[in-house]
T-cell receptor, first 112, second 118 residues
Framework: GQNIDQPTEMTATEGAIVQINCTYQ??????LFWYQQHAGEAPTFLSYNVLDGLEEKGRFSSFLSRSKGYSYLLLKELQMKDSASYLCAVRENNNAGNMLTFGGGTRLMVKP | EAGVAQSPRYKIIEKRQSVAFWCNPI?????LYWYQQILGQGPKLLIQFQNNGVVDDSQLPKDRFSAERLKGVDSTLKIQPAKLEDSAVYLC????????????????FGPGTRLTVL
């Protein structure tokens, strides 16, 4: 089984930088995903990490430390449209192949 | 490329009634997933199909929930009878068949069906 923890809510100011943390415990780690979900909409893929280090994709970056069971999503130059929930999901190495377990999500509110 | 299609988008029923949801995955995606997302929580996997076979249904409440993917493409999820705690968004997702050589193999989500049980 897995245990995935992330903060429930965060607030940040337009133009600023925000870091959303995720910690996990798993018996067979095989990748970590970040998804963005706007209210009332489906989750959309943001990033994927399987090796330690930083993956950068425009204004968004994601970091992974497998030894610490820790990841963060970094959002730069925040825009109002970044107000959404951010879901951390861990893929476990098991017979199910691509099965993901999601955290509860972090609701980010961007204020002017 | 067309995305994952789901219907209906909204459904309101009374407890003890039955309901069914339909999902059409992205063309060529062998793997299909049904998730339940209760308000304020992350999605919880109910069942995963690989083509028309069940890969994992360990979190599916089998006394009332059932799902099938008879021809390996479309899928239906049924609840019979519904309870108040089944009120949630039911998300369908699809992905390419997982292999150990596939790096991210992201899951693509449909718009979901919002179920309200009164």
């Amino acid at each position: 089984g897995q245990n995935i923890d992330q903060p429930t809510e965060m607030t940040a100011t337009e133009g600023a930088i925000v870091q959303i943390n995720c910690t996990y415990q798993t018996s067979g780690f095989n990748g970590l995903f970040w998804y963005q979900q706007h209210a009332g909409e489906a989750p959309t893929f943001l990033s994927y990490n399987v090796l330690d280090g930083l993956e950068e994709k425009g204004r968004f970056s994601s970091f992974l430390s497998r030894s610490k069971g820790y990841s963060y999503l970094l959002l730069k130059e925040l825009q109002m449209k970044d107000s959404a929930s951010y879901l951390c999901a861990v893929r476990e190495n098991n017979n199910a192949g691509n099965m993901l377990t999601f955290g509860g999500g972090t609701r980010l509110m961007v204020k002017p | 490329e067309a995305g994952v299609a789901q219907s209906p988008r909204y459904k309101i029923i009374e407890k003890r009634q039955s309901v069914a949801f339909w999902c059409n995955p992205i063309s060529g995606h062998a793997t299909l997933y049904w998730y339940q997302q209760i308000l304020g929580q992350g999605p919880k996997l109910l069942i995963q199909f690989q083509n028309n076979g069940v890969v994992d249904d360990s979190q599916l409440p089998k006394d009332r929930f059932s799902a099938e993917r008879l021809k390996g493409v479309d899928s239906t999820l049924k609840i019979q009878p519904a309870k108040l705690e089944d009120s949630a968004v039911y998300l369908c997702a699809s992905s390419l068949a997982p292999t150990f050589f596939t790096a991210d193999n992201e899951q693509f989500f449909g718009p979901g069906t919002r179920l309200t049980v009164l």
